[in-house]
Each structure stands twice: as C-alpha cells, then as structure tokens.
C-alpha cells in the first residue's frame, strides 16, 4: 500500500510527528520514491534552505519549528528527507537519538555506534600525546560534541587517560592538572603507534561516522513489498502521450486487477482495499492539472474516480458484513472494475459543438 496515502491532512502537529516518525524509521527511501512520482520537482533544493533560520532548532528539538508551509516543502522536494535523516542521524541532538531508539533499525545502528565509539576510545588511551579538550562558551550544550552520535565525551577520554597511566605503575604521577601535560618523548629508533604524531583516535572517528552511516543506510532500506499496482503504481502519471492513450494507460492499470484472483473473503477485501486506495490517490492527484488531459477530461475523470471508489467501498463494507458472501461480492467487483475499464477506454462524451 502506498505510504503516501497515510500523509495526516488535519492538523499540524499529527502531521510532524508522523513525518518525524518517517525519518527515523525504515520506509523513508519508499515514501521519498512515492512523493518523486507525485509531485516531480524540476528543481532542486536543500534542507537547510527550507529549515532556514530553523536549522538549528530543528537539529535540536525535530520538526516542530518549521511552519506548515516549510512542511509542504519538505514533502514538495522529498530528496530534502534524505538530507534530513542523514543529518540529524550524524550531528543531531538526544532528541533525534531517542527518535531513532524507537525504531529497530535506529537501535541497531545506535549500538554498532557506540561499540565503534568505545574502540575509538580504548584506541585513543595509547596515544602518544593526549589531545586538549575543548569547552565551548558558556558550557556544553545539547548539541555539544559529547551529545552528538559520533563525538567523543572529552571528560570519559581524560578519566580513561588517568585510568591507565594510574594501572601503568609509580614512575607517572598523575593529578587534575596532569591531564594535559605533553607525553614522555619517545626515542626515534623506538616504534610510535602514531607516526605522523597525531593520535590514532582522530582518524578512527571518521571511521566511525563511516560505519554508522552505512549501516544507517543499509537497516533504512525499505522491506520487500509488491511493487504498487493497479492506480498506486509509482509511476503511474510518468506516462507521456495523447489524452486517450493515457487513459487507456490507466485502463491497463486498472487490468492489474485480473493478475491475482482472491480465493477467500480476506484476500477479497485486501484486494478491493488496495483498490479503493489507488482509486483515492488518483483522486487526489487530479485536485492539481494534469499535462495529459484537459480540464473539461479531468473533471470527468475524477468524478469517475470517486464514484468507482463509492462502489468499491461498498464491496468491502459487503465482504466484511457478510464473510461467507464471497463468492457473489467477487462477482459484482469483477463487474465493477470491468465497467470501469471499459469507460476508461471509450472515454469521455463528445462535446457539443
């Protein structure tokens, strides 16, 4: 079933959280292909050009500060949600961590994290020469390097550095102050683990950004489903031709109907479901100007589309009353979309002159 078919169309709030829930889950490469379809954008933008003065918040604390005009963007140049999800799954706050802790996917990738993290810090203790933490102004914030995914807790790194120079023995005393003092040199003939000087931690935190975005990307990948058929085809409206030849495009579209023949009530009901959903969708689309048809075509059209779901509806309300009833609700829906096929094909009535 088509993701875009769920979009909340009341109320702003729903509408965040739901796409929130979007970014931080598994089906979000879906939706964006469903969105591409619908709305082909011939033009590009980026997410921090939509966000605009919101940036920051929306790094801090989701999509809540965005308008619903910014929201209508989003959904407008849906490869901006791809942006986003890379974005705030690298740099964002503990907001955006806990969304992600709420979808499996986001669990996993957030423990293969903080396993890198942990051998980026144990990597880090052997070190030639400690690296100076930094405090910024005024304290660290919720979107301080130790917050974000992939940044080290400055003050874990000194605690482990004092650790194990601790465990080293007498020889290396080490007090509050010590934490930043240089290293003992070491002789050139002796084998450094660091022989550019520079700690090995630096570079194992891009592998650890690395490896967390590839897994990110992989768990995010949608599930297998059954490409879309019937009117929630995602490229339905990609069809380019005459007025007639796309509807009778969307006549071998609503064929589709006759690959798969339900042998019981619920696969019946699931199948008119999907349907009735398609029919929805088209309905929807055709509220905007299609190139492929006139207006006077495309006001027929949709009024066609809504009476054809009317009558789909009222086999699923039969099918789902009365079970037992199959074989008689199958028959009238096999009519019902024969008809609708049909009036595809011939078209609409000749205009008077």
């Not at 048809?293 to 699923?316: A, F, N, V, Y």
Request: aromatic share 6%.
């Amino acid at each position: 079933m088509s993701i875009s078919l769920n979009i909340p169309v009341e109320g702003h709030s729903e509408l965040v959280a739901w796409l929130e829930e979007q970014i931080t889950g598994t089906q979000l490469r879906r939706l964006v292909g469903e969105l591409l379809v619908i709305h082909r954008p011939h033009v590009s933008r980026s997410v921090q050009e939509i966000c605009g003065a919101q940036w920051a918040d929306v790094m801090d604390g989701g999509l809540t500060s965005l308008s619903a005009a910014q929201i209508r963007e989003l959904l407008t140049f849906p490869q901006t949600l791809l942006q986003l999800q890379e974005q705030v799954f690298v740099e964002g706050s503990s907001y955006w961590m806990q969304r992600f802790g709420n979808s499996e996917a986001g669990r996993h990738a957030l423990l293969l994290a903080d396993g890198i993290q942990q051998a980026v810090l144990s990597a880090d203790r052997i070190t030639a020469a400690p690296t100076e933490s930094k405090t910024s102004p005024g304290g660290s914030s919720d979107r301080s390097r130790s917050g974000k995914l992939f940044g080290g807790d400055s003050s874990s790194m000194s605690a482990a550095r004092r650790n194990e120079h601790k465990a080293s023995g007498p020889g290396l005393p080490v007090s509050p102050t010590d934490e930043h003092a240089p290293a003992p040199a070491v002789p050139r003939n002796q084998h450094s683990p660091t022989a550019t000087g520079r700690p090995i931690g630096r570079w194992l935190v891009s592998l650890t950004a690395l490896a967390g975005m590839l897994l990110l990307a992989f768990l995010l990948q949608p599930d297998p489903v059954p490409r879309g058929w019937g009117f929630n085809a995602p490229d339905l409206l990609a069809f380019q031709g005459t007025e007639q030849e796309f509807l009778n495009h969307l006549a071998d579209a609503a064929s589709q109907w006759s690959n798969r023949t339900p042998t019981n009530g619920e696969q019946l009901q699931t199948r008119l479901t999907q349907f009735s959903n398609g029919c929805g969708q088209l309905i929807r689309t055709l509220d905007e100007p299609l190139p492929q048809l006139t207006p006077s075509t495309q006001t027929w059209l949709q009024e066609k589309c809504r009476s054809w779901k009317e009558k789909l509806d009222g086999h699923i309300a039969e099918i789902s009353a009365i079970p037992t009833d199959f074989e008689r609700v199958r028959t009238a829906a096999d009519e019902t979309v024969r008809k609708l096929i049909q009036a595809l094909r011939t078209g609409p009535p000749a205009q008077p002159a």
